[in-house]
């Protein structure tokens, strides 16, 4: 029992001295250590506001799946929901967006994208979209790039038969 308490004083022993011997020896070295270390650790810890998505242009689809079916690809031709040819997203006002659905109706209101940049939000859409308060949100399911918005639908669509639907976006300009 003498023997494992001597055993585990020593090593705290150890420890302790190795690591005054390392402070002094950074001391000794580099004198602003003790300074510009703390001060950069809190800093990193901070958390890092994103950078605000640059996707105010007008988008259409590419390729649209509704569920797991894909019914829509830009230029081909069997697609099984041609309508999507006409789907447009204007996100051209940071203030207001029109979407224009795949059977051509127009809903207009305001859009925001969430804090962390990972929900696209449509609000106060006039006239009501099907099955909604007049909000519509959309998962932005990869970084968006200059040619590329790919969204998915937070909640059950109405229209295509309660599927959550998938969007590739790209400019339509």
């Given at each position: 029992?003498?023997?494992?308490?001597?055993?585990?004083?020593?090593?705290?022993?150890?420890?302790?001295?190795?690591?005054?011997?390392?402070?002094?020896?950074?001391?000794?070295?580099?004198?602003?250590?003790f300074l510009t270390l703390p001060s950069?650790?809190?800093?990193?810890?901070?958390?890092?506001?994103?950078?605000?998505?640059?996707?105010?242009?007008?988008?259409?689809?590419?390729?649209?799946?509704?569920?797991?079916?894909?019914?829509?690809?830009?230029?081909?031709?069997?697609?099984?929901?041609?309508?999507?040819?006409?789907?447009?997203?204007?996100?051209?006002?940071?203030?207001?967006?029109?979407?224009?659905?795949?059977?051509?109706?127009?809903?207009?209101?305001?859009?925001?994208?969430?804090?962390?940049?990972?929900?696209?939000?449509?609000?106060?859409?006039?006239?009501?979209?099907?099955s909604t308060i007049g909000t519509i949100?959309?998962?932005?399911?990869?970084?968006?790039?200059?040619?590329?918005?790919?969204?998915?639908?937070?909640?059950?669509?109405?229209?295509?038969?309660?599927?959550?639907?998938?969007?590739?976006?790209?400019?339509?300009?």
């Open positions: 029992m003498d023997t494992l308490k001597e055993s585990k004083n020593y090593k705290l022993k150890v420890g302790r001295s190795w690591l005054l011997s390392v402070i002094r020896y950074v001391v000794a070295v580099c004198p602003l250590a950069s650790l809190i800093l990193s810890c901070q958390p890092k506001e994103p950078t605000p998505l640059s996707i105010g242009k007008v988008w259409k689809a590419q390729l649209v799946k509704e569920g797991d079916q894909v019914v829509y690809t830009q230029g081909g031709s069997g697609n099984t929901q041609p309508g999507y040819v006409n789907f447009r997203l204007d996100l051209t006002s940071p203030a207001k967006v029109t979407l224009i659905d795949r059977d051509g109706k127009t809903v207009t209101g305001t859009w925001s994208v969430s804090t962390d940049n990972k929900r696209l939000i449509l609000e106060n859409l006039k006239p009501l979209p099907s949100e959309y998962y932005i399911t990869a970084s968006p790039t200059p040619g590329s918005l790919p969204l998915q639908r937070a909640a059950e669509s109405r229209k295509t038969g309660n599927t959550i639907n998938d969007y590739q976006l790209v400019p339509a300009d």
